[in-house]
C-alpha cells in the first residue's frame, strides 16, 4: 500500500509542468496524509473548492472520455454522494441503508468489502428530503460515515471492521444524520439534521480515534451551550449581546428552534478555524416564532478545538422562506481593491453570492447570482438581508411569486473553485413559489412546519442553471441553463474541465472558460451526486460520479410521490411533475476515463 | 282563555301524532357518539394485511370488510370534515401533504402498502408500520382514528361524493376531494347501478 502511495505520488511529480504551475487554492491544504490524486474528503481539501490540481483529462481530449468501469449500489435512492478515494481504495456510501462499500482500484473497482451499520427503518419516517447520505470521510486509515439513525461510525479501511459507533441523536425527536464528515486536526466533525421536524441544531467533535465526543455545540438557547465565551466578537452589533439564542425566541422555542448542521464545514489551518453553516429556524411559520431566532440561518466561525465561537453572521434574520444556511464556504485567497484579503465565498439560498472577510465575519460584498425578489439586497452597514415586505409570509394568505423558492437559488449541493480561472462554478436552481403560512403545533418526532408550498420554475421557465461566477468582477462569466433544478456537486480541474449532472441524467464535461459543453453521457438515472476525479494506481486520472436521482428535488421519482398534489415533498413536486417523464429510479456508480 | 288553551292542546297532540306516524319515514336522526372511548381504549380492530391464505378461505365474513362496520364514518361530511382537520391538526400533513406524499409515501393514488380497507388504515395509525409510519396508539382516540382513516381513504376517492369534503380553505394544492371520479368501496356499500353512468 505504501509502494502505491509512493508509485502515485511519483507519478504526479512526473506529470508534465503544467501541472506543476496549477497548484491549487492558496487555503486549499490537503488533509494529512492525503495525496492530490487522492479524493479524502467530499469538499476534497479543507478550503472546499473541489478543485483537482490533476490534468490529464484536458478541455481537449475530454471529448474521448469513456466508460472505465461501474458499480450499482443496490440502494435506489437519492446519490447525493461524493465517492472518497484514499490507499488506491474508493468508499461509496448509499443513502439509506447507508452501505458502505470499497472497491479496489487496483482491480477495476472490485469490491474489497462492505459495511452494514444497519440503521433503524424507522429513521426513513423523519427524514424531511429523501434518505440522502452526502458521503464518507477518510483519515488515517479509518473511515467514517454518518447513519440516518444518527449513529457516527469509524471503520477501519483495510478491513472494513467496525471501529468505534456512536450514537449521537434522537429519531424520536425527529433527529437524523445526512452530511458528509469532516476531519480537521484528529477530530471527526458532525452535525445533525431535522430543521423540518422542530429539533434543536448542533455541531459535534469526535476523537477520531474512539469516537468520545470533545466538545457539543447547540445553535440555539444560552450562549454556555452555544459555546459562546469572551472569544466571540462578531462584526455586526445585531449579533453582539447575552444569550441572544434564547432571547431572540419566544419562551422556550429555541429548544425546538432548528438551526442544524447538515452542510459543508471548512478548515483555514492557518487562522485555526472552522465554518459551518446553521439551517432554518422551525416552523416555516415565522409568526410563530417573532424575533431573530439566533442562531439560525447564519454561520459560525469556531475554534475547532474547544468549539468555542469566534464569529457569526446571519443571513436571514428571522427566516421567513425556509432558506437553510448550509451551504458551502469555499476559502480564497484573492486581491480586492488592491489588497490581498482572506475570503470566504458563499453562494446561499437567499439568492447572493457572499464574499466575506473570514477573519472577522465581515460581508464585503452580497450580489445576486439568480431571480431575487423575496430580499432587497443586504444592507452592508448592518449585514442585515433587506426584506421585501411584500413577499412576507401572513398567516392564512397565500404569497404568490417569491423568489428564490424554498430551496433557495442555492441548496447543498455544492459549487467549486478554480485557482486558474478564479471563478466559481455553481450548480443550482430557478425556482418561485407561492406561500401560505397555516398554524402549526410541535409534537416530537413529527414534522414542523406550518406552511402550504407549492414552488414552479423561476423566470425564463428553466428549473436549473449552472454559472461560471467571477466574485471580484461581481458578475457571471457564463451561465448554462437547464430544464430541471441542477441538484449535482461539480468539480474543477486544471485540465481546464468542469464537471457537473443533470437531474435527466446527463453527465457533462464544460470549458472552465467558456462554458461550452466539451462531452456529455446519458447515465442510467438522473444525477444528484458529486463528481469527483483521482488517479488511480495504474497512473491514469478517472472522474467518478453516482447516478440516482432523489433528494428534496427528486423525491417525486424516488419516493413516487403523486404530483397532482401540489403541495407534496414540501411543495418541490409541483415544480417537478414532469421529472417521471425524463428518468427513473437508480443508484449506480460511473467512472471515466481516456482511452 | 280556556278555549285558547285547549286549542293549544289539541294542536300539539296533533304534532306529536304527525310526527309518530311519520317522523321515522322522512327522517332518521344521525346517531352520534357524544361520548367516544376515550385515548387509553386505542385497540386495532380485527384485521388482517392481505387476502392471500394458506388452504381453504376462513369461514364467516372477511374480518377487514364484515363484522361491526365502521363505515358509517366515510359515509358522513361530518366525519370526513374532521378527519381532514385533524390529518392537518396531527401533522399527518408534514409527511404525507395533501395526499401527494413527501416523507411518506402518497394517500390520493391507488397503490396501498397496508390495506386500503379502512379497518386497516385504522391499524396502519394505531400501531405504526416499520418504515417510518409512526404509532399513534395511546394519542389519538379512536373515534378521531376513524375519523381520520376515513378522510385517508376520501383522498384516493374511495368514500361518496356527497360526504366526500370540497374545496377548503386554503392555497389550492389538488383538485378537491369530492370532485375525484368516485370509486366503489370495498365492502359493496354502493350497488353497482350507482356507480354506473347515468
Request: glycine content about 10%; proline content about 8%.
Amino acid at each position: 500500500m505504501r509502494i502505491g502511495l509512493l508509485v502515485a505520488a511519483a507519478l504526479l511529480l512526473a506529470m508534465p509542468a503544467g501541472a506543476q504551475t496549477a497548484t491549487p487554492a492558496p487555503n486549499s491544504v490537503a488533509p494529512a496524509n492525503a495525496a492530490e490524486g487522492d479524493w479524502v474528503l467530499a469538499p476534497k481539501d479543507y478550503a472546499n473548492t473541489r478543485f483537482s490540481a490533476l490534468d490529464q483529462i484536458t478541455r481537449d481530449n475530454v471529448k474521448d472520455l469513456k466508460l472505465a468501469w461501474s458499480f450499482s449500489t443496490g440502494v435506489n435512492r437519492g446519490q447525493e454522494a461524493a465517492p472518497i478515494v484514499a490507499e488506491q481504495t474508493m468508499f461509496v456510501v448509499t443513502p439509506y441503508p447507508n452501505i458502505l462499500y470499497a472497491l479496489d482500484l487496483t482491480q477495476g473497482g472490485a469490491l474489497k468489502w462492505k459495511y452494514e451499520p444497519r440503521p433503524a427503518p424507522a429513521a426513513q419516517g423523519v427524514a424531511c428530503c429523501d434518505v440522502v447520505n452526502r458521503g464518507a470521510a477518510y483519515d488515517q486509515g479509518r473511515v467514517f460515515i454518518n447513519t440516518l439513525d444518527n449513529h457516527t461510525v469509524a471503520v477501519d479501511a483495510k478491513t472494513g471492521k467496525e471501529i468505534w459507533k456512536v450514537k449521537l441523536g434522537d429519531i424520536n425527536q425527529g433527529e437524523t444524520m445526512t452530511m458528509a464528515p469532516m476531519v480537521v486536526n484528529g477530530l471527526v466533525l458532525v452535525g445533525n439534521s431535522g430543521g423540518e421536524m422542530g429539533v434543536r441544531g448542533w455541531i459535534q467533535a469526535l476523537d477520531a480515534a474512539t469516537g468520545t465526543v470533545k466538545w457539543k455545540a447547540y445553535n440555539t438557547g444560552p450562549d454556555s451551550e452555544v459555546l459562546i465565551g469572551p472569544e466571540f466578537t462578531p462584526f455586526y452589533e445585531q449579533d453582539r449581546g447575552k444569550d441572544l439564542g434564547v432571547t431572540t425566541w419566544p419562551p422556550e422555542a429555541w429548544k425546538i428552534g432548528g438551526g442544524t448542521v447538515w452542510g459543508w464545514i471548512s478548515y483555514d489551518p492557518a487562522l485555526d478555524l472552522i465554518y459551518h453553516g446553521t439551517a432554518n429556524p422551525g416552523p416555516w411559520n415565522p409568526e410563530q416564532r417573532p424575533g431573530d431566532n439566533k442562531w439560525t440561518a447564519g454561520i459560525f466561525a469556531r475554534d475547532p478545538q474547544t468549539g468555542q465561537a469566534r464569529w457569526f453572521y446571519q443571513w436571514a434574520p428571522h427566516d421567513l422562506h425556509d432558506y437553510d444556511g448550509i451551504n458551502e464556504n469555499v476559502l480564497v485567497d484573492l486581491e480586492i481593491d488592491g489588497q490581498m484579503r482572506k475570503l470566504l465565498l458563499r453562494p446561499e439560498r437567499t439568492g447572493y453570492v457572499y464574499v466575506m472577510d473570514r477573519i472577522t465575519g465581515e460581508v464585503l460584498s452580497a450580489t445576486p447570482f439568480a431571480a431575487v425578489n423575496s430580499s432587497k439586497g443586504v444592507d452592508l452597514k448592518t449585514g442585515r438581508l433587506i426584506e421585501n415586505e411584500e413577499k412576507h409570509p401572513v398567516l392564512g394568505k397565500v404569497i404568490r411569486d417569491i423568489c428564490p423558492a424554498a430551496p433557495g437559488a442555492k441548496d447543498w449541493n455544492p459549487s467549486a473553485w478554480s485557482p486558474l480561472t478564479k471563478l466559481l462554478y455553481i450548480p443550482h436552481n430557478n425556482l418561485c413559489m407561492d406561500w401560505e403560512s397555516v398554524e402549526t403545533s410541535y409534537i416530537a418526532g413529527t414534522p414542523y412546519v406550518g406552511a402550504n408550498v407549492k414552488m414552479y420554475f423561476g423566470p425564463g421557465g428553466h428549473g436549473g442553471e449552472f454559472t461560471a461566477w467571477d466574485p471580484i468582477a461581481k458578475k457571471e462569466r457564463w451561465t448554462i441553463r437547464e430544464r430541471f433544478p441542477v441538484w449535482s456537486g461539480t468539480v474543477a480541474t486544471a485540465g481546464g474541465v468542469v464537471f457537473y449532472g443533470t437531474m435527466e441524467g446527463w453527465f457533462k464535461a464544460v470549458d472552465a472558460e467558456s462554458g461550452q459543453v466539451l462531452w456529455q453521457q446519458r447515465l442510467g438515472s438522473g444525477i444528484i451526486g458529486q463528481p469527483v476525479t483521482y488517479l488511480a494506481p495504474d497512473g491514469k486520472q478517472y472522474v467518478a460520479i453516482l447516478s440516482g436521482v432523489g433528494g428534496w428535488a427528486g423525491a417525486i421519482v424516488a419516493a413516487d410521490l403523486d404530483a397532482r398534489d401540489a403541495t407534496a415533498a414540501l411543495g418541490f413536486v409541483n415544480a417537478m411533475s414532469e421529472l417521471p417523464n425524463h428518468t427513473t429510479k437508480g443508484g449506480t456508480l460511473y467512472v471515466f476515463a481516456l482511452p | 282563555m280556556r278555549a285558547g288553551i285547549f286549542a293549544a292542546f289539541v294542536i300539539l297532540v296533533g304534532a306529536a301524532v304527525l310526527l309518530l306516524v311519520f317522523g321515522p319515514i322522512t327522517y332518521v336522526r344521525e346517531a352520534r357518539e357524544f361520548r367516544p372511548d376515550p385515548v387509553a381504549a386505542t385497540a386495532p380492530p380485527e384485521i388482517r394485511m392481505t387476502d392471500l391464505q394458506p388452504g381453504l378461505p376462513l369461514p364467516g365474513p372477511n374480518p377487514n370488510t364484515g363484522g361491526e362496520n365502521p363505515s358509517w364514518y366515510e359515509r358522513n361530511a361530518v366525519a370526513l370534515s374532521e378527519g381532514q382537520r385533524l390529518f392537518s391538526a396531527m401533522n399527518c400533513v408534514g409527511c404525507h401533504s395533501h395526499g401527494g406524499g413527501g416523507m411518506g409515501p402518497p394517500l390520493m393514488d391507488d397503490k396501498w402498502i397496508y390495506g386500503s380497507d379502512i379497518k386497516n388504515i385504522y391499524a396502519t395509525i394505531v400501531e405504526g408500520r416499520p418504515n417510518g409510519m409512526p404509532s399513534f396508539r395511546g394519542k389519538i382516540p379512536p373515534e378521531q382514528v376513524w375519523q381520520i382513516a376515513a378522510y385517508v381513504r376520501s383522498m384516493a376517492g374511495l368514500t361518496p361524493k356527497q360526504a366526500s369534503p370540497s374545496r377548503p380553505d386554503h392555497l389550492q394544492a389538488k383538485a378537491p376531494e369530492a370532485s375525484y371520479p368516485e370509486q366503489p368501496p370495498a365492502g359493496g356499500l354502493i350497488p353497482p347501478s350507482a356507480t354506473a353512468p347515468q
